[in-house]
């Protein structure tokens, strides 16, 4: 079992919009997810903004691959490098601890992470 930032068992970050490298709802990871898909971020309409000009465009739906577009309040498994990304430039989203892979404590400290936890 999968643990999470907090060495508790990983939980669900969300399955409505359906999440995860897996698609499972969990930010679970393995070596051949290149994006570390490990962060359960909270969308915020800014960071959506931020994601697409930075490149990754998070809000338009594409039926074809089942993305239904992201909008404020979905809970989403974020790439790490993005949230870290986001958090350099002053725009990180806030963060659901319960359902962050533990594998992100090698990047980013937990007192940071904390600061950031999504209530």
């Not at 290149?34 to 971020?41: E, F, N, S």
């Given at each position: 079992?999968?643990?999470?930032?907090?060495?508790?068992?990983?939980?669900?970050?969300?399955?409505?919009?359906?999440?995860?490298?897996?698609?499972?709802?969990?930010?679970?990871?393995?070596?051949?997810?290149?994006?570390?898909?490990?962060?359960?971020?909270?969308?915020?309409?800014?960071?959506?903004?931020?994601?697409?000009?930075?490149?990754?465009?998070?809000?338009?739906?594409?039926?074809?691959y089942g993305f239904p577009g992201?909008?404020?309040?979905?809970?989403?498994?974020?790439?790490?490098?993005?949230?870290?990304?986001?958090?350099?430039?002053?725009?990180?989203?806030?963060?659901?601890?319960?359902?962050?892979?533990?594998?992100?404590?090698?990047?980013?400290?937990?007192?940071?992470?904390?600061?950031?936890?999504?209530?």
């Amino acid at each position: 079992m999968a643990k999470n930032v907090l060495g508790t068992d990983l939980v669900s970050c969300s399955t409505d919009p359906m999440t995860g490298f897996f698609r499972n709802g969990k930010c679970d990871t393995r070596a051949d997810d290149q994006g570390m898909h490990t962060v359960c971020a909270l969308m915020t309409d800014d960071f959506l903004i931020f994601s697409k000009i930075m490149g990754n465009d998070l809000s338009t739906p594409i039926p074809e691959y089942g993305f239904p577009g992201l909008k404020s309040g979905d809970f989403w498994c974020l790439c790490l490098s993005r949230w870290i990304q986001a958090y350099e430039a002053g725009m990180a989203p806030k963060i659901k601890l319960e359902a962050t892979h533990a594998s992100v404590l090698e990047f980013i400290d937990l007192k940071r992470l904390r600061e950031y936890e999504a209530h």
